[in-house]
């Protein structure tokens, strides 16, 4: 074992002297208060003392808050004052006044236990970002993916605006992002439908909406989870599928006629949409966007290809896009299809791609196919109990699609709605099947009418 005599001591504090000088000459620009001269430490208010070198003060954790100083005003009111570290890991001052010291801590204390509440659940600065607000980007967020994708289509996102705009903004859009709670949705949801069950549907459509709305805001980190998940389920048990008597289609159709024969310019073909309505099973908007192209009737069977429809766009106008499940279908053609489309083939008056075009050669838009259903619909009032009676052009669609399952079975008519589960065609497009179940036959042979034997004892 070496002992370090007088010398090496002396040598070790040489050296030692050296290193301090060195690390005062490296930190000085950085602190001129940590280090005063070569080897000393100078002890300032932001550093705590251990063993014979002062250390900094620990750095404040996110969520963390410093101690409370106070201060008297001028005014002779009380200033508490701390600091804290948001969840951005920004250090921030928390301030209060009062009268009175303990009065001013108090303050500050409920101040922070406001803010620190926010912290965990990490919205802060959610309280200036109303409801409305986060619908606006969330909206320009759909809008923008469907321009890419495709997903959603702007249909869907302009008919999503309305119940929007029209149920949920008036009743909840001003509320604040910090205030919303899962409560405060219920109530909102459940306002919508009226105390006879309507609306039940709308009501419905916009839990959804508010579900996905609630899932863009939590990515954005303005809700702490998803709170429209976890509203009350509303329950609604829709309709059954409502489907045109052969009666009252066949008055429909006198009607449209009548209404198309008038001699005048121009007239909506509204009979022969309803009619290839009926041949193809197809929706209105994928019969109003179908173009010549698609139309082969040189085969052996005629058909056609249904891969596109119609829409809306919101500031745009007429779209032509993919159908609602995105779809392609080759439909044969009865003969009657045939007939009607052989027939518009050769009496175009103005040339367009499309089967169905106004005079300029466009496509109709729906609302003026349902502007001329009206007109032609007014001088017949004894068939307004078909349209009270819920008839829209859909019924058209579960019409066809009720015929094919009563005489080839639901595989067949949901292969020719375009759906990839037979439940969806059983549910919202087959009307109920009403008719008596009869197997006396089989069941009438498990009991015979004889007269059972009585056993007389003799």
Known sequence: MVVAGPASRSGLESGTDRTAENLATVLRPFSSAFCTSAGHYARVPTTRSTGDIDMPRPRLKIGERGKTTHQKMEDGTWKAKASYRDVKGVKRELTARAKSK??????????WHRLSKQIINGRVGTESITLSAVFDQWFEHLERRSE?????????????????NNHVLPRAGEWAMDQITVGMLNEMLWSIPGKDGSLMATA????????????????????????????DKIEYTSPPPKVVEP??????????????????RWRTPILDILDLMLATGCRIGEVLALTWDKVHLEDDVAWVMIDSSTGYVPGKGMAIGPTKNRKSLRIALPDFAVTLLMRRMTSQIVESEYVFHTSAGNPYYLSQIERSVKWAMSPAPHLQHIWQGGFRSHSLRKTVLTAIEREHGLAAAAAQGGHSKEYITEKFYVAPNLATIDHTDAIGQLITMKSPVVATGE
């Open 247 to 264: 009666e009252e289609l066949g008055a429909i159709r006198e009607v449209f006629r009548a209404w198309c024969d008038h001699p005048t």
């Open 102 to 111: 303990s009065r001013a801590e108090t303050a500050l204390n409920d101040k």
């Open 204 to 231: 419905r459509r916009a839990q959804t909406i508010m579900s996905r709305l609630c899932a863009y805001a939590v990515s954005h980190e303005l809700l702490p989870f998803n709170m429209g998940r976890e509203t």
């Open 148 to 164: 890419r994708t495709g997903k959603p289509t702007m249909r869907s996102i302009y008919d999503d605006r309305l119940v929007v």
